[in-house]
């Protein structure tokens, strides 16, 4: 008798524990889909042999086709088996981050002679923010960080993990399509003096508008007027304008003005290792001793992440710019990316024109980098789906790096069927 209840106790558990086992992850939701990733998936189950994709953000040739620069095929080949597999230090490849900080903070810098930069290797310009969003939250517990309206919609996902309170300034404006910069003023003088904010060094995503000179120099006046801390995201080093040390000339304006900056550089788009994920996180300090400090408690933050980055993505790029030829050849090959994009903004513009559009596309040529936000409604952006299978984010922005010559006039003939009614 004890033996039978015994043994219907145990099966009552047994049940028990097997419901409440089953009801572990019965709350859990379907998470949306990312905006632009979704787009890429949805192009790719489309059967339609006239469908094109604008929303992938990753350069194409012209022939649609995704591209290894000749300077990274000739890197891998020289690292090929000389290199062992052993973990990098928390902080990275010293080579790496040494040239890195090179490329945004000049050759010659008396930043990184003085050694007052704390940098880590990052997992990518992603990563690189991930890294800052915690630090900012660790050290400025009580702070906010000041996002421009629109932004690379990634950026709220990592300051909202990091429990970081965020607000927006304005940036973008919808009646010009471009540069809010009456506004974003305005913004940056009546945040709480000592807040962060979040600037895009170059080839602003998704809008490609970017400040003028005299207007960086107004901004990081008025930055240092309040005493806010600027962080730039760089994205698109070399691959904006063609020319590396253009593109970081809003870093350079803001070291001449004397701000201590945080900066998130990114190899994805400008060396094409967008699946090797190498970028850097970099911090400048008041001096050594802070830069040593600084850079120990980012290692500390990226150890329960991730331990340490990946080795081969920073073998090539520390080969690229460590070596005088192959780094010579990257610049021409980063120009011609540029150049393509630059070439198929102008053809689009025309090919609009030549149709009659009774709208002005001035916009897709004065904006500059991957992305032209083109003005379009999401309405208008679901209508291009539907009846002509173009694809891109619903906010309107076109991925230039899937505009080719084969194509842009079919582009341009339904973006004109949609807006001529406008």
Known sequence: MRSLISERVSCRSSVLGARWMSSWWRNVEPAAKDPILGVTEAFLADPSPDKVNVGVGAYRDDNGKPV??????????????????????????????????????????????????????????????????????????????????????????????????????????????GLDFAALMDDIKNAPNGSFFLLHACAHNPTGVDPSEEQWKEISYQIKAKGHFPFFDMAYQGFASGDPERDAKAIRIFLKDGHLLGLAQSYAKNMGLYGQRVGCLSVLCEDEKQAVAVKSQLQQLARPMYSNPPVHGALIVSTILGDAELKKLWLKEVQGMADRIIGMRTALRENLEKLGSPLSWKHITNQIGMFCYSGLTPEQVDRLTDEYHIYMTRNGRISMAGVTTGNVGYLANAIHEVTKSA
């Open 68 to 177: 290894v620069l000749e300077c990274v095929r000739e890197a891998e080949r020289r690292i090929a088996g000389t290199a062992n597999m052993e973990y990098l230090p928390m902080g990275g490849s010293v080579k790496m981050v040494e040239e890195t900080l090179k490329l945004a903070y000049g050759d010659n810098s008396e930043f990184i002679k003085d050694k007052r930069i704390a940098a880590v290797q990052s997992l990518s310009g992603t990563g690189a923010c991930r890294l800052f969003a915690d630090f900012q939250n660790r050290f400025h517990p009580d702070s906010q960080i000041y996002i421009p309206v629109p932004t690379w919609s990634n950026h709220h996902n990592i300051w909202r993990d990091a429990h970081v309170t965020q607000r927006t300034f304005h940036y973008y404006h919808p009646g010009t399509k």
